[in-house]
């Protein structure tokens, strides 16, 4: 394998599907972008696959974009999974050191994982990732490396991601008939939060909250490692469905309404009529306070959702590197004030920042975040074991951890 192998991120998106190709820098520092590919999606609802012919051709016009940009034929990528399937479920295991001279061997972390992950689940959902959050050697815990260390008893403590196996084998199917190899799946929510996360946000606490079109991820970490993970089912597109329900008018007026007038939502908003031009030459006239009565009810309601979340685990306004923002919507103006008020948390936007040429866009977090990701799996950055059988994804092992400090 080439010191830096050329990789590939495939986004599967509700709005739009997208595809990078690219490579970590000779010197170390950040990455090259060598092509890119772009294509409105079809057949995707919520973030899971529902129209397979139209899925394909998507993903086959975003490929030969890509492919012609990068001057480089493109046969495998590392693909996102999304939509409100996904699970996370926290688990303990506890076995006795096996070596005579009580060392802690690479066998022993193997059999804790697995004594951590017996647990049931429904025969059609599976897991997908098993991410190691702490280890306890005879009562000692909080210990993240216990290879070499030694002791009697090893306890683990993980968080089990999951989801519905029939959308996660559509989605392997899909891109393998679009004429691409899946190197590996990845949660889209652990790809952005790779892609915008420092080591210090994800050691002091932090939440990112990725607003797509159709779904809303958050994924908190805390100490390094992730904690929780979600997809909630709403997104972009319902501000922009209530728009066109409220103001009586299409979905591609209301979609130039939230372009143009976005700002008056989170923002002052006044009486004052407005009138945009929509398609078809006609013009439609409103009041700036309607429009943002009935988008901002949506916008709230995601991060009310949100807060939901955080309360679930306990860390509802207890997160001290607070909120990042990213995904499409996180451009929305006024959004990063909002929710700093709501949240009573520290909040900024994130997105990539160490890709060249500049891919700073928070709606490319994923794609960029998968990149990253299939470039740490090539460096042996953990344990990922799939068998690809006719594009059919068989779990066997898989013990990721996301990010390595």
Do not use: W
Not at 296 to 314: G, N, T
């Amino acid at each position: 394998m080439s010191k830096n192998p050329i990789i590939a991120g495939l986004d599967i998106g509700s709005y739009t599907t997208k595809i990078l190709v690219a490579k970590e820098r000779p010197d170390g520092r950040g990455f090259e972008v060598l092509g890119r590919g772009i294509s409105f999606s079809q057949g995707v609802r919520k973030g899971v696959i529902n129209k397979r012919s139209k899925a394909i051709k998507v993903i086959s016009k975003a490929l030969k974009q890509a492919e012609t940009e990068a001057g480089r034929e493109i046969d495998g990528a590392y693909v996102n999974i999304n939509g409100s399937h996904i699970f996370c479920i926290s688990s303990e295991g506890l076995v006795s050191v096996s070596r005579a001279d009580q060392k802690i061997s690479e066998q022993d972390l193997e059999r804790v994982i697995d004594a951590a992950k017996t647990f049931s689940i429904p025969s059609n959902k599976e897991i997908i990732e098993v991410i190691p959050q702490e280890y306890v050697v005879d009562d000692q815990d909080g210990i993240r490396e216990p290879l070499g260390l030694k002791g009697i008893r090893l306890e683990a403590k993980i968080l089990a991601v999951g989801g519905f196996t029939p959308y996660i084998d559509n989605t392997s199917e899909v891109v393998v008939e679009s004429g691409l190899e899946v190197r590996d799946m990845f949660l889209g929510s652990a790809a952005s939060a790779r892609a915008v996360l420092n080591s210090q946000e994800k050691e002091l606490g932090v939440a990112v909250v990725d607003l797509g079109a159709a779904t809303t991820s958050v994924s908190v970490f805390e100490e390094g490692e992730m904690i929780h993970t979600a997809v909630i089912p709403i997104g972009m597109q319902n501000v922009r469905n209530d728009i066109a329900i409220g103001l009586r008018v299409s979905i591609e007026a209301a979609e130039k309404i939230l372009e143009e007038l976005g700002s008056h939502i989170l923002g002052e908003a006044t009486g004052r009529k407005k009138a945009v031009d929509i398609p078809g030459g006609e013009e439609v006239v409103f009041k700036e306070t309607d429009l943002k009565n009935i988008a901002k009810a949506r916008v709230d309601e995601i991060f009310e959702l949100v807060d939901q979340e955080l309360e679930d685990i306990e860390r509802s306004g207890l997160l001290p590197a607070g909120i990042v923002l990213t995904g499409g919507g996180a451009k929305m103006k006024h959004l990063k004030d909002f929710v700093k008020k709501k949240s009573q948390l520290p909040v900024r936007l994130g997105a990539p920042d160490d890709f060249y040429p500049s891919q700073e866009d928070p709606s490319l977090s994923t794609v960029c975040g998968l990149v990253k990701l299939g470039i740490d799996s090539t460096k042996g950055r953990g344990f990922i074991n799939f068998d690809f059988n006719t594009g059919m994804v068989k779990k066997i092992k898989k013990i990721f951890r996301i990010f390595i400090p």
